[in-house]
Every structure is written in structure tokens, then in C-alpha cells.
């Protein structure tokens, strides 16, 4: 059993940045691929992006490219979302979640890809 805390959300203005954390407690996080995903209000919950176990792999959604980077500091148990150039429609509240097949090559960017969830951490963007 994984449980995953994420932190670092707030309220920022546009072209601002924030960096997202999620810290693992339990066994095996420097074997699962991680993932954020996020929720905004009236919305469905959409993939962001995904780091395989190594660091190796990382994969964006279309919408953040270029301004969003996954990274994860397994010493740490963490795994981190810098976004960058922020937009008023990246407001949303950000989940981590963690796959728990042990070493898969190339993360998933599905929801059902993931076994554990957060519990989200709020970004709002202002204009």
C-alpha cells in the first residue's frame, strides 16, 4: 500500500509558475510509474503527465508541453510538477497517483493505469 500527499498548490498569477510535490510513504515508489492528473471545476479528471520508475520516460499532455516538467527524486519518495507560464486554465485541482506494476518501461495516461491516488492539491490562476 502506497499513500501518496501532495502539496505546494496556491494561488498564482498568469505567466506565474508553482511546483507541485508528492511524497510516498509505504514500500515500492522507486519501482512504480507516477502520474498527475487534474480536475477542473465541471470537468472530467484529465491527464497531465507521467514519469516511468526510472525517470527515464517522462510523457505531457498536449496542453501543458513546454511548460509543465515531471521529475521524481526516488531517494526522496517524491515526485514533482514545475509548471511554468501558467494559464488561467490550468486552474484545477492536481492529483499524483502511482501505478503499482513494479518497473513498467512507458507510463500510462490513463486514468485506470494507476492503483493510488492523492488527495489533490488546489492551483487557481488568476488573469
Known amino acids: 500500500q502506497v499513500q501518496l500527499v501532495e502539496s505546494g498548490g496556491g494561488l498564482v498569477q498568469a505567466g506565474g509558475s508553482l511546483r507541485l510535490s508528492c511524497a510516498a510513504s509505504?514500500?515500492?515508489?522507486?519501482?512504480?510509474?507516477m502520474g498527475w492528473f487534474r480536475q477542473a471545476p465541471r470537468k472530467e479528471r484529465e491527464f497531465v503527465a507521467a514519469?516511468?520508475?526510472?525517470?527515464?520516460?517522462?510523457y505531457y499532455a498536449d496542453s501543458v508541453k513546454g511548460r509543465f516538467t515531471i521529475s521524481r527524486d526516488n531517494a526522496k519518495n517524491t515526485v514533482y510538477l514545475q509548471m511554468n507560464s501558467l494559464k488561467p486554465e490550468d486552474t484545477a485541482v492536481y492529483y499524483c497517483?502511482?501505478?503499482?506494476?513494479?518497473?513498467?518501461?512507458?507510463?500510462?495516461?490513463?486514468?485506470?493505469?494507476?492503483?493510488?491516488w492523492g488527495q489533490g492539491t488546489q492551483v487557481t490562476v488568476s488573469s
Open positions: 509505504g514500500r515500492g515508489f522507486s519501482t512504480y510509474a
Open positions: 497517483a502511482a501505478d503499482r506494476r513494479i518497473y513498467t518501461k512507458i507510463p500510462g495516461t490513463e486514468e485506470r493505469s494507476y492503483d493510488y
Open positions: 514519469i516511468n520508475w526510472s525517470g527515464g520516460s517522462t
